[in-house]
């Protein structure tokens, strides 16, 4: 007889990890995690600078091809989402941002309430998972699985950006997370010490891992699954494909999906959950007409200001030939250097119309970098400065391509598709060429090489940053969270899928509006808080 589970995990991401730890050692329950990636990833995904040489590859990535965007001259910015066991935790630049106490009261507020998704209500969460090796206060936890720490390494350039940005009146920031965001600092990671390395924390090592050998967990990989199985209102169970071949999972309690923003909408879609005319067109049978499947997409969204140097500066060159041994035996010797750091250090929050709630995360890599997709500029030793812009008020979507699993969703990214996302983007790259005019910048800079100094006039630079945007990778909000009243919102506030029962939403899906920060952290968040509301739900 097959075995079967309280609950089954569509996903096996950031948020999925940490539901399922809670569901199995705290909670008790049994549950099958079924994720369509591998179980592990490279060995060198696994030191912190290591994931910069699959950023452009396929091996743990699948990259979405957004349909054409006429704000952006026709073209279709391409998102990678993780593809292995930990989702984006296992592939992303590790940065640990929760972004601002105002997201999660504004959560709570569109729900209508003041605690349930508030920030004192989000905050246990946050604690309870992390094991910081810098803070235990109000805001940080030591006593969680997830090691968060700061770089191992910071580069000459960074010190020259957190000086710089002081310099035009921003104040140093020791902790993005803690009572403030705005201002400039070194970023938390997470990444620690595992063992006798400085290694990348994610969601499979720290939450997944220590339950190996517990029964009640099972974990299937290279399993997509394909449609949820839904009979008299009810999910018992789902379809996926592992090999080639179709197997169907039952459920005892709930089926949760945690596929990730555009995937989980896929798989909703692909069982007949949506909009019901967009579902008659690909043939799917309706079973309920849920218009907010696939809307109120956002991601965050950024645009360069690339400048060289007259000396050798950053981290260009350090990953090839004899710097590249060097630092390599640097850090196995010594556990130290540029290898125990992800490169991205630091980074500036602040609003560009002078108000105290940041609207622009403006980061710093210390090397001419750009995505080959949008410049033929070659790396070499300068400074990029990114202005990702925090809460676009554009909202794009996900659709069914086709009625085939097989098939990637359609996505529109909608990057500039309200003018005020623009208008700030525009505003703050202003604020990083006034950067390069400051010291201890302005006397090591050689030459602006993106924009360039010729453009400056607004067509130009709107033209510009149409060329160039590109994704943060922090797609969210495919299927909302609401209140009753509320006709495009999926799930409610127990992330419940309205009108199917023993379903539900456990990852970044079902954010109503995108924190301002990367969205890992929140996360794991929402998948401590999911297993804490099942748990209830079921004790």
């Given amino acids: 007889?097959?075995?079967?589970?309280?609950?089954?995990?569509?996903?096996?991401?950031?948020?999925?990890?940490?539901?399922?730890?809670?569901?199995?050692?705290?909670?008790?329950?049994?549950?099958?995690?079924?994720?369509?990636?591998?179980?592990?990833?490279?060995?060198?995904?696994?030191?912190?600078?290591?994931?910069?040489?699959?950023?452009?590859?396929?091996?743990?990535?699948?990259?979405?091809?957004?349909?054409?965007?006429?704000?952006?001259?026709?073209?279709?910015?391409?998102?990678?989402?993780?593809?292995?066991?930990?989702?984006?935790?296992?592939?992303?630049?590790?940065?640990?941002?929760?972004?601002?106490?105002e997201d999660y009261d504004g959560w709570a507020a569109h729900l209508g309430n003041e605690t349930e998704w508030s920030y004192a209500d989000m905050l246990p969460h946050f604690k309870g998972i992390e094991a910081n090796t810098k803070f235990n206060n109000e805001f940080h936890g030591i006593g969680g699985n997830l090691r968060v720490s700061e770089p191992g390494h910071i580069a000459d350039t960074t010190q020259d950006f957190l000086l710089a940005a002081q310099g035009l009146g921003h104040e140093f920031n020791p902790d993005f997370n803690g009572a403030r965001q705005n201002g400039v600092g070194i970023m938390q990671h997470t990444y620690g010490q595992w063992g006798r390395y400085k290694e990348r924390s994610d969601a499979k090592k720290a939450f997944l891992d220590p339950l190996s050998g517990d029964d009640r967990l099972s974990i299937v990989t290279g399993a997509r699954v394909d449609r949820i199985v839904i009979e008299n209102g009810r999910a018992v169970g789902v379809s996926y494909t592992r090999g080639g071949v179709s197997h169907t999972?039952?459920?005892?309690?709930?089926?949760?999906?945690?596929?990730?923003?555009?995937?989980?909408?896929?798989?909703?879609?692909?069982?007949?959950?949506?909009?019901?005319?967009?579902?008659?067109?690909?043939?799917?049978?309706?079973?309920?007409?849920?218009?907010?499947?696939?809307?109120?997409?956002?991601?965050?969204?950024?645009?360069?200001?690339?400048?060289?140097?007259?000396?050798?500066?950053?981290?260009?060159?350090?990953?090839?030939?004899?710097?590249?041994?060097?630092?390599?035996?640097?850090?196995?010797?010594?556990?130290?250097?540029?290898?125990t750091t992800t490169g991205i250090e630091a980074c500036l929050f602040y609003d560009p119309d002078g108000g105290e709630r940041p609207t622009i995360q403006l980061y710093c890599a210390p090397i001419v970098y750009l995505d080959r997709d949008v410049s033929s500029a070659k790396p070499t030793y300068g400074v990029t400065f990114t202005s990702c812009l925090l809460r676009p008020k554009a909202r794009g979507s996900v659709r069914l391509r086709s009625a085939n699993p097989d098939d990637q969703p359609l996505v529109n990214?909608?990057?500039?598709?309200?003018?005020?996302?623009?208008?700030?983007?525009?505003?703050?790259?202003?604020?990083?060429?006034?950067?390069?005019?400051?010291?201890?910048?302005?006397?090591?800079?050689?030459?602006?090489?993106?924009?360039?100094?010729?453009?400056?006039?607004?067509?130009?630079?709107?033209?510009?940053?149409?060329?160039?945007?590109?994704?943060?990778?922090?797609?969210?909000?495919?299927?909302?969270?609401?209140?009753?009243?509320?006709?495009?919102?999926?799930?409610?506030?127990?992330?419940?899928?309205?009108?199917?029962?023993?379903?539900?939403?456990?990852?970044?899906?079902?954010?109503?509006?995108?924190?301002?920060?990367?969205?890992?952290?929140?996360?794991?968040?929402?998948?401590?808080?999911?297993?804490?509301?099942?748990?209830?739900?079921?004790?």
């Fill in 413 to 539: 990214c909608n990057f500039f598709g309200h003018p005020d996302d623009l208008r700030l983007t525009l505003a703050s790259l202003k604020v990083a060429r006034q950067l390069l005019e400051t010291e201890p910048f302005k006397s090591k800079i050689a030459e602006e090489l993106l924009p360039g100094r010729a453009v400056q006039d607004e067509d130009s630079l709107t033209q510009f940053a149409g060329q160039t945007v590109k994704t943060n990778y922090h797609p969210s909000g495919s299927l909302r969270m609401g209140p009753d009243g509320d006709p495009m919102a999926v799930v409610d506030q127990r992330l419940r899928v309205r009108g199917v029962e023993g379903l539900r939403v456990i990852d970044c899906s079902i954010i109503p509006f995108i924190p301002s920060g990367n969205t890992n952290a929140p996360a794991m968040a929402i998948g401590s808080k999911a297993a804490a509301m099942i748990a209830e739900d079921h004790r």
């Fill in 249 to 339: 999972m039952h459920a005892e309690r709930e089926v949760l999906v945690g596929a990730g923003t555009y995937n989980s909408a896929k798989l909703m879609m692909l069982s007949g959950l949506g909009p019901a005319d967009h579902l008659r067109e690909h043939g799917v049978d309706v079973v309920a007409d849920i218009a907010g499947v696939g809307a109120n997409l956002q991601d965050h969204h950024e645009v360069p200001v690339i400048a060289t140097t007259k000396g050798k500066s950053g981290y260009f060159g350090e990953d090839k030939g004899w710097p590249m041994v060097r630092n390599g035996l640097q850090y196995l010797l010594f556990n130290s250097g540029p290898v």
């Fill in 1 to 101: 007889m097959a075995k079967t589970y309280d609950f089954i995990i569509a996903g096996g991401g950031s948020a999925a990890s940490v539901a399922a730890m809670r569901l199995v050692r705290e909670f008790g329950f049994s549950v099958l995690i079924l994720e369509r990636g591998p179980r592990d990833t490279a060995k060198l995904m696994a030191y912190p600078a290591g994931y910069m040489k699959y950023l452009a590859r396929e091996d743990f990535l699948e990259m979405h091809h957004t349909v054409p965007q006429p704000q952006l001259g026709g073209r279709g910015p391409i998102v990678p989402v993780a593809k292995a066991l930990g989702g984006g935790s296992a592939v992303n630049a590790m940065v640990y941002m929760r972004g601002q106490r």
